[in-house]
């Protein structure tokens, strides 16, 4: 089954110590992104990527890190989390082929709550 | 830049009314436009696209036409039920700037329906 992962759902912490939220698909899709989802804003993107070790600046990157190491894993890393970063957070991949018709598949999301 | 607008909820009808939930866009070029949707603990879901001016998507009984006169991609549905609550996303992508992939998503704020038996 075609399936977006992440990990964890739900996760409370403490300002300042570092997180990492993990997203992985099965699907040998090149692009993957990551979103967080606050009321009143919609989706903002953070990060995304085009392929392996090719990673760029969404909309609202401050306070986040990505990698892609490898095709199938993109996690978010919160290096130094803080109140402004609870929110709900969406991984999402498509495949990359130029004029593609194929939809973009979105994990089930985490929750994040910053104290 | 590129943006898309959509209908401020929360949207609340009995069943087998009439929904319509507007969305505008602003894009250079020639985007593709999506309605996405969310349904309650999930992640989301493409409900319908379409790619090119004129073109209807549809899926489960909503539809939605890309009219490039009036920047707009407004979903319907003849007939809600309740299983249709959920929140809606019009987005937009311009695959152009991005190589061709339709990876690259702009969303509108969402619109929150509520259908009542």
């Known amino acids: 089954e075609a399936q977006v992962t992440q990990n964890p759902r739900y996760l409370i912490t403490v300002t300042g110590k570092k997180l990492t939220v993990t997203c992985s698909q099965n699907m040998n899709h090149e692009y993957m992104s990551w979103y967080r989802q606050d009321p009143g804003l919609g989706l903002r993107q953070i990060y995304y990527s085009m392929n392996v070790e090719v990673t760029d600046k969404g909309d609202v990157p401050e306070g986040y890190k990505v990698s892609r190491k490898e095709k199938r894993n993109f996690p978010l890393i919160l290096e130094s989390p803080s109140p402004n970063q609870t929110s709900l957070y969406f991984c999402?991949?498509?495949?990359?082929?130029?004029?593609?018709?194929?939809?973009?598949?979105f994990g089930d999301g985490t929750r994040l709550s910053i104290l | 830049g590129n943006s898309v607008t959509q209908m401020e909820g929360p949207v609340t009808l009995s069943e087998e009314a009439f929904l319509t939930i507007n969305c505008t866009y602003t894009?250079?070029?020639?985007?593709?436009l999506f309605w996405y949707v969310q349904y309650p603990g999930e992640g989301l879901q493409l409900l319908l696209k379409a790619t090119k001016a004129d073109d209807k998507g549809s899926n489960k009984g909503f539809e939605a036409t890309y009219r490039k006169e009036t920047t707009s991609f407004h979903l319907e549905k003849g007939s809600v039920q309740v299983s249709d609550s959920a929140v809606y996303f019009c987005a937009l992508s311009d695959a152009v700037r991005y190589g061709g992939s339709q990876g690259n998503l702009i969303f509108g704020k969402g619109t929150k329906l509520s259908v009542k038996p």
């Open positions: 999402a991949s498509s495949s990359r082929v130029p004029n593609s018709n194929q939809p973009q598949h």
């Open positions: 894009a250079t070029g020639y985007p593709s």
